[in-house]
């Protein structure tokens, strides 16, 4: 059974994220579980998306300590998270930050530098995605969550490979976003093989 | 085919295979996705409304019941309270067609005024209550509801709390029986309520509650798991974290998981305390099992010793988890459970991230205009639910108070009666408006209150998910329908109406301060729709060569949209929507179309 943690800013689409993790693990015939974040938070709070896939488990939620992936769509948010991550799991994380309203006012923002260097330091592997470029070069700022789903199947922590994510994209997406998902999902991919 | 099914999207699913033909509710996370769901999945022969309130939802389902048809009504835990008036009749009367009451409950709280337990209100209104442990046993369970519910001739309620209406799981799904008619209503004094009647059907329903505490120590869903000397007994997503947390060292333990806390299953529950030395109970919100255990041996002479709530030794608000429950295991029993055990104390501060109404959302400009207009003026701002509570957040700071559904506009007139001193404005959204607001402006005009009422019309039920309401002129089964005007109803009433568009700043300014120079009840209609249903405009940006750096934009609206770059304001021009506002509050004009 592996269980991932996704993380991020209501908005950033990390419950389409999830589903396709779940979907393409129940393609190849696994058990899957997601618990996602629904309700007031969705409007710029905190996010957080439970997946466990593989062998039957009970529970949607996954344990502190306990997830073999987490998928960071905020670094910040990551930091925030990171007690859910097993001693030698992985992190993938998107570089850029979101501050929250106002933080920049009252001093409390933070810089993407600290939270990606304290992760690089903490977490043995952790991949560290542009995803603002990314999504630069597809042409949509919707785009974060495939890429970053990319990554994760091309690490192949989650035993998902990225036709396997393709194939729940084709028959998720409508025709005319594909292309698009299809190209951040294989950038996404990319930024694991360099 | 196996789908992956959210546990409310299961529930539709399930009482879909029951062959319910009325569904009513009133949105409300968690549990709004049950009817949205039957919605988007019904073929045209299950009527599917989002009714006014839950009041008239549970008596439109009941209705329907009475003639013989299966009914469904959807809410949430504080939706109860609503409709528990036709609830606490309903109870005595009973129903011909199986009724089922779904109240999603939600520990933490997460999305909620408070963690309220809707199973109390099962035992307080003696009628059965099934609870899941996860998607895929809801979706059996509420096709069981049904048929206890025609078997008993009662409503049941079925009740699942957020991390399983919101949890999704893969499901295999059969296909969907065809519905029959119903058999129509036949008169009977059976349907009317009088004393004579509720006490020979109290009567029944004491009876009742015997048979089914027999009857359900026989249901599958309560079961007993291992057979280690220590028992665990536990219910709803506290099934799940125990199973979890137990996973290294089950031999240890016998679980007894109750899906039916009421009537209480009281067989089952001596067969698992025959079983075990000793008892701990982990269940979120009320201790509603574990005071059903030590009530049971207080009946039945016996003395386990039961560790939970009562003993201070497990939580008694908020959420549950795994690595709680394996804590508490490991120090109370030795249980030696792995639980998580990285810390990172040395991490980086991450500052608190609350909720925030969206850029461009037309609240925003709402608050702010008033929030201008009384500037130096005193005035106290009663909020209601919704999205606008969010209001109350920096820099805005526009909400008081907010109590429930429907409260700013008559905690305002207590406020008022009471000599309080400053203008009393009551904020109110448009589908809690027609919900239970018009009540108390009722209760404003006949009692001769002095306030000013603000209904903030987006054109919908935003906060749960844009859901139609009687001022739209569209119905869940996609319908047209006449639509109840906002401003006809205020003036009907007897209240001075004034309609203004928010993002209009000056006009809306303006507005405010001509209805604060009068007495009476006063209302101002802003009108403007949530930018999540309407496409938005182009976005704005800042020339920074004029931009002085002065931050009043952020300061003053706190739009998340805006931000600060190198001592200048900046746009990300992917969440504006081009509301303009900020333009309006620039004091150089460096915030532009293009
Ligand atoms: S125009 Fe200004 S206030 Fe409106 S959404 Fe854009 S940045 Fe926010
Ligand atoms: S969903 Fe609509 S009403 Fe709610 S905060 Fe966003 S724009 Fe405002
Ligand atoms: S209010 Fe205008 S001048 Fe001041 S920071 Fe904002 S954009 Fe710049």
């Not at chain 1, 028959?171 to 998902?181: C, E, G, I, T, Y």
């Not at chain 2, 109750?258 to 529950?269: H, L």
């Not at chain 2, 190198?566 to 746009?571: N, P, R, T």
Request: glycine share 10%.
């Amino acid at each position: 059974m592996k269980s991932c943690l996704l993380c991020g800013v209501g908005g950033q689409g990390t419950v389409l994220a999830s589903r396709i993790l779940a979907q393409a693990a129940m393609n190849q015939g696994l058990f899957a579980r997601t618990a996602e974040t629904i309700g007031m938070s969705q409007r710029g709070g905190c996010v957080v998306s439970h997946v466990r896939i593989g062998e039957y488990v009970s529970s949607p939620m996954i344990p502190e300590g306990q997830a073999d992936m987490m998928i960071g769509f905020e670094p910040g948010e990551v930091v925030r998270n990171l007690s859910y991550l097993k001693e030698d799991g992985i992190v993938i994380t998107c570089k850029q930050v979101v501050q929250a309203v106002t933080a920049s006012l009252s001093g409390s923002d933070y810089n993407a530098e600290d939270m990606i260097a304290y992760l690089q330091r903490k977490v043995k592997h952790c991949i560290v995605i542009d995803g603002a470029e990314i999504c630069n070069i597809c042409g949509s700022g919707k785009v974060l969550n495939v890429a970053l789903v990319g990554a994760a199947a091309q690490s192949g922590a989650m035993g998902i490979s990225v036709e396997d994510v393709k194939a729940v994209l084709a028959a998720k997406l409508k025709p005319q976003f594909l292309a698009m998902n299809e190209q951040a999902l294989a950038l996404g991919a990319q930024c694991v093989t360099q | 085919m196996k789908e992956l099914l959210m546990g409310n999207e299961a529930i539709a699913v399930g009482a879909m295979m029951a062959g319910v033909q009325v569904v009513t509710g009133y949105p409300g996370t968690p549990s709004t996705e049950v009817l949205e769901t039957i919605a988007k999945r019904n073929d045209g022969s299950i009527y599917v409304e989002w009714s006014v309130n839950e009041k008239a939802g549970m008596e439109v389902a009941a209705g329907a019941a009475y003639a013989g048809a299966r009914s469904l009504v959807t809410m949430k835990q504080v939706g109860l309270n609503v409709a528990s008036d036709p609830l606490m009749s309903l109870n005595m009367i009973g129903v011909k067609g199986g009724m089922v009451v779904y109240v999603a409950d939600d520990p933490g709280p997460i999305s909620s005024q408070t963690e309220q337990d809707t199973r109390h209100y099962a035992k307080f209104a003696k009628i059965p209550i099934f609870d899941a442990t996860s998607p895929e046993e809801a979706y059996q369970m509420i096709q069981d509801a049904f048929d206890y519910s025609e078997k008993y001739h009662t409503p049941v309620f079925f009740r699942a709390t957020t991390r399983v209406c919101h949890a999704c799981a893969s499901i295999e799904v059969g296909e969907f029986p065809k519905i029959t008619k119903a058999e129509g209503f036949v008169k009977d004094s059976r349907w009317v309520i009088f004393p004579r009647l509720s006490y020979l059907n109290k009567k029944k329903v004491e009876a009742r509650e015997i048979t089914l505490a027999e009857e359900f120590s026989d249901y599958p869903g309560n079961e007993l798991i291992g057979s280690g000397k220590i028992g665990i007994a536990c219910g709803g997503i506290a099934y799940a974290y125990v199973m979890d947390a137990i996973e290294s060292n089950k031999e240890m333990f016998t679980v007894a998981k109750f899906v039916t806390p009421f009537p209480f299953p009281t067989i089952f529950a001596d067969r698992f305390l025959q079983q075990v030395d000793r008892v701990i109970v982990f269940e979120e919100l009320d201790p509603v099992i574990e005071d059903a255990l030590i009530y049971h041996q207080g009946v039945t002479h016996t003395t386990h010793e039961i560790i939970g709530k009562r003993t201070g030794t497990v939580l008694n608000a908020g959420e549950l988890s795994a690595n709680y429950i394996a804590g508490v295991l490991n120090e109370i029993f030795g249980a030696e459970l792995v639980v998580g055990n990285q810390t990172f104390e040395d991490a980086p501060k991450v500052p608190t991230r609350p909720p925030v109404l969206c850029a461009g959302c037309p609240h925003r400009a709402s608050f702010y205009a008033v929030k201008q207009a009384m500037k130096g003026k005193e005035a106290v701002f009663c909020g209601d639910i919704g999205c606008y509570t969010l209001g109350n957040a920096a820099p805005l700071d526009m909400v008081d108070t907010c109590l429930c559904m429907g409260a700013g506009i008559t905690i305002a007139q207590g406020l008022e009666h009471s000599k309080s001193a400053g203008t009393k404005f009551s904020f109110v959204g448009d589908s809690t408006f027609f919900a239970s607001g018009m009540t108390g402006v009722v209760n404003a005009v006949y009692n001769k209150a002095d306030m000013i009422l603000v209904v903030l019309d987006n054109s919908t039920t935003a906060m749960t998910g844009h859901q139609p309401h009687p001022g739209i002129g569209k119905t869940m089964m996609g319908e047209v329908s006449a639509a109840v005007s906002i401003e006809k109803v205020l003036v009907a009433i007897g209240a001075e109406v004034k309609i203004v568009n928010p993002l209009d700043l000056e006009a809306a300014i303006a507005t405010v301060k001509e209805m604060d120079e009068k007495s009476g009840v006063r209302a101002i209609i802003f009108r403007s729709p949530c930018v999540a249903i309407v496409k938005p405009d182009q976005a704005r940006h800042i020339d920074t060569n004029t931009c002085i750096g002065c931050m009043k934009c952020i300061r003053e609206l706190g739009c998340p949209a805006l931000s600060k770059k190198d001592g200048k304001a900046v746009i990300d021009p992917a969440l504006c929507t081009g509301c303009g506002l900020c333009s309006k509050v620039c004091p150089t004009g460096c915030i532009v179309k293009d």
